[in-house]
């Protein structure tokens, strides 16, 4: 279900890009009809994209960064493009691109989203955190995935203090 909806998430996420692209007129490469297309795919597949329909669309996404290296959509897209095909590894170079261009919060938390996918608790928390100093609208979305975080943290904390502790003789 949280993978559909990140799925939706996207194709919105594509499509306004999109719009603020045709309203701002911006006419370059068509890198707006590459996340058009995206968008319209993961809409007519219900929330799910290919691995290797992504990849296609990855690299259309790379060739307009190399194109357009300020445009900070670019790699956000290619980064959720990523997340939502299982490839948090790549969706974490993409998004630290994007970071590079641009340090907006809804990149650390998509950035947080991959770290997470990765298993990578740490990394996901401070990331996340980042979210939340930039925009404190954040905080309420993003506050109950850090309570998460911080009680597996925790746990794990527990589990191998209790796996170093010598059994009394």
Not at 16 to 28: E, Q, S
Not at 45 to 64: Q, T, Y
Not at 106 to 124: P, Q, S, T, V
């Amino acid at each position: 279900m949280r993978g559909r909806l990140a799925c939706w998430l996207l194709a919105l996420a594509l499509a306004g890009a999109l719009g603020h692209r045709l309203h701002t007129g911006w006419n370059g490469f068509c890198a707006g009809e590459v996340e058009l297309r995206v968008a319209r795919t993961v809409i007519a597949a219900g929330g799910r994209i290919a691995p290797a329909e992504a990849d296609v669309f990855a690299a259309e996404l790379k060739e307009a960064e190399r194109q357009h290296p300020v445009d900070v959509s670019l790699p956000i897209a290619r980064g959720s493009l990523y997340l939502i095909t299982g490839r948090p590894e790549l969706a974490v170079a993409a998004y630290q691109r994007a970071l590079a261009v641009e340090p907006r919060s809804e990149i650390y938390r998509n950035l947080g989203h991959a770290y997470l996918a990765m298993g990578d608790l740490r990394k996901a928390r401070r990331v996340l955190r980042t979210a939340i100093e930039l925009d404190h609208m954040l905080a309420p979305l993003l506050r109950p995935e850090l309570r998460r975080i911080n009680a597996e943290l925790e746990r794990r904390k527990a589990k191998k203090k209790a796996g170093n502790e010598k059994p009394p003789a």
